[in-house]
């Protein structure tokens, strides 16, 4: 069912429950909905409103949300007061996102998982993995 079929209200409800981390009720309430409570459970029954919730989602998710937490992941990896899981964790998953490495590249020993790793092997692969953020962007910088 495409979003042509909802309301103004429901679109609203969909809005302010996606967009502005509204609990259900409040996102029924800020819509202009009475009895928000139970209206909000009877929206969240309706497929086509579940249907457009994932698909306000997903548009936010690979929008802004996807930048600020690339941001985010950024910040971490390069704040040198951040502890080293913190580090090693951002770099695993900013390397995760970009599909460029796996497991077994991310780890000195292809045995060892990251809870039975050294703070030096953590710091070791903090280093390594803002070395290949370097290149990766020394890499685009001259692409461009």
């Not at 390397?95 to 045995?111: E, L, Y």
Request: charged residues 30%; contains cysteine.
């Amino acid at each position: 069912m495409s979003n042509d079929t909802r309301t103004e209200m429901q679109a609203a409800f969909v809005r302010h429950l996606v967009c502005k981390g509204c609990t259900q009720t409040e996102a029924a309430r800020r819509a202009g909905y009475t009895n928000e409570g139970q209206r909000a459970w009877e929206l969240m029954q309706k497929p086509h409103i579940l249907e457009a919730i994932h698909k306000e989602r997903s548009r936010l998710i690979e929008g802004d949300l996807a930048n600020v937490a690339m941001k985010t992941l950024h910040d971490v990896m390069e704040d040198k007061e951040a502890p080293a899981s913190a580090r090693v964790s951002a770099a695993k998953a900013a390397f995760n996102i970009g599909g460029h490495t796996k497991k077994a590249d991310m780890a000195p020993s292809r045995d060892k998982e990251l809870s039975e790793m050294s703070i030096e092997e953590l710091e070791a692969l903090v280093i390594r993995g803002e070395k290949s953020l370097d290149m990766q962007e020394n890499a685009e910088t001259t692409l461009n």
